[in-house]
C-alpha cells in the first residue's frame, strides 16, 4: 500500500491509499481510502508506517532537562561581538573580562543588584555564553574594582572610535538617590530625582552630537554643575588628545566665569544659552527687539557685553502657551494656599508676624512663584497682592530663548547652531534610560566610594552597548527612522514626527504587518527562543545530554539580522 497525491488546480491535493495489484501482465492501482481529510502530519505518520518505519510519539524518544531563555541573551551577545566590546574592555582574555561582559549583558537584559544577579543569570544561557557559571557576588565586585582600573584606558578607546577633531560633544549632569550613609561621595545636593533630604551622588555624561554615550565622571553629591565642566575639557583636551572640539552644555553648565576660563582655550568652541535674567536685560536694553519676532522665530544680534560671540534669539509660541498655562495654575495655586492661611488668621488661629511668616513662606517655597505676590504680614492680619505688572512683563518674554555661541558663522549657521543646542535632550534621553526606564542605576547601594564609580561606569557600558541595539532595531520599534529630517527641519518649531514614524504608532505594525516592540518588549519577544537540554530515552548506560534551540520567527530572526549591521 501507498499514498498518492492527486493535485488539484485551485486547492489542496487529493490524498488516496491505494495498494497495487496485477492483472495479467498489467499493474493496476486500487483506491482503499481517501485521506483529504486528515491532517499533513497525520498522512506523514501513515506514510512512515507503511514504509516499515516504526513510530512513537516525541516525547517517549526524548526527555528534556531543562529549558532555558536563549534569544534575548544571544541578541545582547551579537552586539556586542559587534562592538568588539571584549577588545575595548581589555585586550587579553581574562576571568576579570568575561565577568564585565556578562555584569553589562546583565545590566541590559534584567538590572538587578550583583547577588541577585548571579542568581538570575543561571536561569538563562548568558552564564553559559560569557562562561561565569561559577562566578558568584565576590568575583563580580573584584571584576568591578578591576574595570575601574581600566576605565580612562576604555573611556580613551570610545573617544577614538566616536569623537575626531572638529567633533561636537554634549556634556550634562545628573544625580542618583544613595541608600546608606556610609560612602564620602553621598551628599545633599539639589536632586534632580525628587527626592529631597537625601543623600545622593552627581555624574556627568559626556556623548557623541547623536547620543552615544563616550566617558562618564562621578561627583559628590553636592558638586554644582559649572564646577564639572572644566575637568570634562581637560579630559577632552589632554585624555583624549582632542583640541579641536564644540562643547554643548546648557545654561547652567557652561557659567559665564565658565567661559571666560574656555575663552583662553584656542581650538575649543561651545555652545550655550543666555539665562532668563540675562534675556531680560538684553530686551530692556532694547538690543533684544521683541516685534523682530512677527514676521521670524529666528534671528541673530550682538551685544557689547557677549564680545566676539553671537546670540541666535528664538520664539516657540507652543513653548510660550505651556508656560503660561503653567505660571497661570502655579499662581492660582499659591493663592489658594495663601487664602487659607489668611483665613486662620482671621478666625484667631494663627496669631504672631513670626509664625504667620513662616506658614507664608512654606507656601512660596512649594510652589516658587512668591516673587508674583505682594504680601503685607502683620501681627494679626495677612494681606496678599498679585503682581500684574511683574507677572505682565515675563509673560512677554515667554517662548524666548537665547543662544549663545563662540563659532563663526562660516563655521555653524544659526539654524545649525539652535539644532546643536536642542541636541542636549539625547544626553536627557540617555540619563532617562541610565536612572528609570532600562538599566536602573539607582537606587544606588554600595559603600565603597570605588563601587560606586564603577556601577555607575558599568551603566555607562550598557548603555553603549543598548544604544547601538536601538540604533539597529529602529525599524522594529516605535521609533523615527527619518533621522535625516532632524537635519533639516524647522529648529524653533516643535519637534514632530514623520508621517512613516506617525503611521507605526496608528497602525502598532510594521509594513509587513509584525508587531511593533519598544526595546524591552522586543527583548522578552526574542527570550522565547530557549536551548533545551536533552537526552534519548531508554539508552542503555550512561545517556549524553545534547541541546536544541528553538528555531526562530521570521520577525525574531530579522532581528537578530538587524544587529548584524552594528559597526563601530
Given at each position: 500500500?501507498?499514498?498518492?497525491?492527486?493535485?488539484?488546480?485551485?486547492?489542496?491535493?487529493?490524498?488516496?491509499?491505494?495498494?497495487?495489484?496485477?492483472?495479467?501482465?498489467?499493474?493496476?492501482?486500487?483506491?482503499?481510502?481517501?485521506?483529504?481529510?486528515?491532517?499533513?502530519?497525520?498522512?506523514?505518520?501513515?506514510?512512515?508506517?507503511?514504509?516499515?518505519?516504526?513510530?512513537?510519539?516525541?516525547?517517549?524518544?526524548?526527555?528534556?532537562?531543562?529549558?532555558?531563555?536563549?534569544?534575548?541573551?544571544?541578541?545582547?551577545?551579537?552586539?556586542?561581538?559587534?562592538?568588539?566590546?571584549?577588545?575595548?574592555?581589555?585586550?587579553?582574555?581574562?576571568?576579570?573580562?568575561?565577568?564585565?561582559c556578562a555584569m553589562v549583558a546583565a545590566r541590559v537584559l534584567a538590572p538587578h543588584t550583583k547577588l541577585a544577579t548571579t542568581r538570575w543569570w543561571h536561569n538563562t544561557t548568558l552564564a553559559e555564553?560569557?562562561?561565569?557559571?561559577?562566578?558568584?557576588?565576590?568575583?563580580?565586585?573584584?571584576?568591578?574594582?578591576?574595570?575601574?582600573?581600566?576605565?580612562?584606558?576604555?573611556?580613551?578607546?570610545?573617544?577614538?572610535?566616536?569623537?575626531?577633531?572638529?567633533?561636537?560633544?554634549?556634556?550634562?549632569?545628573?544625580?542618583?538617590?544613595?541608600?546608606?550613609?556610609?560612602?564620602?561621595?553621598?551628599?545633599?545636593?539639589?536632586?534632580?530625582?525628587?527626592?529631597?533630604?537625601?543623600?545622593?551622588?552627581?555624574?556627568?555624561?559626556?556623548?557623541?552630537?547623536?547620543?552615544?554615550?563616550?566617558?562618564?565622571?562621578?561627583?559628590?553629591?553636592?558638586?554644582?554643575?559649572?564646577?564639572?565642566?572644566?575637568?570634562?575639557?581637560?579630559?577632552?583636551?589632554?585624555?583624549?588628545?582632542?583640541?579641536?572640539?564644540?562643547?554643548?552644555?546648557?545654561?547652567?553648565?557652561?557659567?559665564?566665569?565658565?567661559?571666560?576660563?574656555?575663552?583662553?582655550?584656542?581650538?575649543?568652541?561651545?555652545?550655550?544659552?543666555?539665562?532668563?535674567?540675562?534675556?531680560?536685560?538684553?530686551?530692556q536694553g532694547e538690543a533684544l527687539q521683541l516685534g523682530l519676532f512677527d514676521d521670524r522665530n529666528l534671528f541673530e544680534l550682538v551685544h557689547p557685553d557677549y564680545p566676539g560671540e553671537r546670540l541666535?534669539?528664538?520664539?516657540?509660541?507652543?513653548?510660550?502657551?505651556?508656560?503660561?498655562?503653567?505660571?497661570?495654575?502655579?499662581?492660582?495655586?499659591?493663592?489658594?494656599?495663601?487664602?487659607?492661611?489668611?483665613?486662620?488668621?482671621?478666625?484667631?488661629?494663627?496669631?504672631?508676624?513670626?509664625?504667620?511668616?513662616?506658614?507664608?513662606?512654606?507656601?512660596?517655597?512649594?510652589?516658587?512663584?512668591?516673587?508674583?505676590?505682594?504680601?503685607?504680614?502683620?501681627?494679626?492680619?495677612?494681606?496678599?497682592?498679585?503682581?500684574?505688572?511683574?507677572?505682565?512683563?515675563?509673560?512677554?518674554l515667554d517662548g524666548i530663548y537665547v543662544i549663545r555661541t563662540s563659532l563663526p558663522k562660516k563655521q555653524m549657521s544659526a539654524a545649525d547652531t539652535v539644532r546643536s543646542y536642542k541636541a542636549l535632550?539625547?544626553?536627557?534621553?540617555?540619563?532617562?534610560?541610565?536612572?528609570?526606564?532600562?538599566?536602573?542605576?539607582?537606587?544606588?547601594?554600595?559603600?565603597?566610594?570605588?563601587?560606586?564609580?564603577?556601577?555607575?561606569?558599568?551603566?555607562?557600558?550598557?548603555?553603549?552597548?543598548?544604544?547601538?541595539?536601538?540604533?539597529?532595531?529602529?525599524?522594529?520599534?516605535?521609533?523615527?527612522?527619518?533621522?535625516?529630517?532632524?537635519?533639516?527641519?524647522?529648529?524653533?518649531?516643535?519637534?514632530?514626527?514623520?508621517?512613516?514614524?506617525?503611521?507605526?504608532?496608528?497602525?502598532?505594525?510594521?509594513?509587513?504587518?509584525?508587531?511593533?516592540?519598544?526595546?524591552?518588549?522586543?527583548?522578552?519577544?526574542?527570550?522565547?527562543?530557549?536551548?533545551?537540554?536533552?537526552?534519548?530515552?531508554?539508552?542503555?548506560?550512561?545517556?549524553?545530554?545534547?541541546?536544541?534551540?528553538?528555531?526562530?520567527?521570521?520577525?525574531?530572526?530579522?532581528?537578530?539580522?538587524?544587529?548584524?549591521?552594528?559597526?563601530?
Open positions: 500500500m501507498h499514498i498518492d497525491a492527486v493535485p488539484n488546480r485551485t486547492s489542496r491535493p487529493t490524498y488516496l491509499l491505494r495498494e497495487s495489484y496485477r492483472e495479467g501482465r498489467s499493474v493496476r492501482k486500487r483506491t482503499l481510502a481517501n485521506l483529504s481529510a486528515l491532517s499533513d502530519e497525520q498522512i506523514e505518520a501513515i506514510r512512515a508506517v507503511l514504509a516499515g518505519v516504526a513510530v512513537r510519539p516525541a516525547q517517549e524518544l526524548f526527555e528534556t532537562l531543562q529549558s532555558r531563555p536563549h534569544g534575548h541573551a544571544q541578541a545582547v551577545r551579537v552586539a556586542m561581538q559587534r562592538l568588539g566590546f571584549e577588545a575595548l574592555i581589555a585586550s587579553r582574555p581574562s576571568p576579570e573580562r568575561d565577568r564585565v555564553e560569557y562562561a561565569v557559571a561559577e562566578a558568584d557576588e565576590d568575583d563580580l565586585y573584584a571584576a568591578m574594582d578591576w574595570l575601574l582600573e581600566r576605565q580612562d584606558r576604555i573611556e580613551r578607546k570610545l573617544a577614538a572610535r566616536h569623537l575626531q577633531q572638529g567633533a561636537l560633544a554634549l556634556y550634562d549632569l545628573s544625580s542618583s538617590y544613595f541608600e546608606g550613609s556610609h560612602c564620602p561621595l553621598a551628599k545633599i545636593g539639589h536632586s534632580r530625582d525628587g527626592k529631597k533630604n537625601k543623600l545622593q551622588v552627581n555624574y556627568g555624561l559626556l556623548t557623541t552630537r547623536a547620543g552615544c554615550p563616550v566617558a562618564i565622571s562621578v561627583y559628590e553629591g553636592n558638586t554644582a554643575d559649572a564646577k564639572t565642566l572644566m575637568p570634562q575639557v581637560q579630559k577632552l583636551r589632554e585624555g583624549f588628545g582632542l583640541q579641536q572640539l564644540v562643547l554643548v552644555g546648557d545654561r547652567g553648565m557652561i557659567s559665564h566665569k565658565a567661559i571666560t576660563e574656555l575663552r583662553e582655550l584656542d581650538g575649543l568652541a561651545w555652545i550655550t544659552a543666555l539665562k532668563s535674567s540675562q534675556i531680560r536685560t538684553l530686551v541666535v534669539a528664538c520664539r516657540n509660541p507652543q513653548l510660550a502657551k505651556l508656560r503660561a498655562y503653567k505660571r497661570q495654575a502655579l499662581l492660582e495655586a499659591t493663592m489658594k494656599e495663601l487664602d487659607k492661611v489668611r483665613c486662620r488668621v482671621e478666625r484667631g488661629a494663627l496669631k504672631g508676624q513670626a509664625a504667620i511668616g513662616v506658614c507664608v513662606g512654606r507656601v512660596l517655597n512649594k510652589y516658587k512663584v512668591g516673587k508674583h505676590f505682594a504680601l503685607d504680614i502683620g501681627e494679626r492680619h495677612l494681606h496678599c497682592q498679585l503682581l500684574q505688572e511683574r507677572i505682565a512683563a515675563e509673560a512677554s535632550a539625547q544626553v536627557e534621553r540617555a540619563f532617562r534610560s541610565l536612572k528609570t526606564v532600562d538599566l536602573k542605576v539607582r537606587p544606588i547601594h554600595h559603600r565603597l566610594e570605588s563601587r560606586v564609580r564603577a556601577h555607575i561606569f558599568l551603566c555607562m557600558l550598557a548603555y553603549y552597548v543598548e544604544w547601538h541595539m536601538q540604533q539597529a532595531w529602529r525599524e522594529l520599534l516605535f521609533a523615527d527612522e527619518d533621522l535625516q529630517a532632524k537635519l533639516t527641519r524647522d529648529p524653533v518649531a516643535p519637534a514632530r514626527r514623520s508621517e512613516r514614524a506617525l503611521q507605526k504608532i496608528a497602525q502598532r505594525t510594521s509594513e509587513d504587518g509584525t508587531p511593533l516592540h519598544s526595546f524591552h518588549t522586543l527583548l522578552q519577544d526574542l527570550s522565547t527562543i530557549v536551548r533545551n537540554t536533552c537526552i534519548a530515552r531508554g539508552a542503555r548506560t550512561n545517556p549524553v545530554p545534547f541541546q536544541m534551540v528553538t528555531t526562530p520567527s521570521a520577525s525574531q530572526h530579522r532581528a537578530l539580522q538587524l544587529l548584524q549591521t552594528i559597526t563601530v
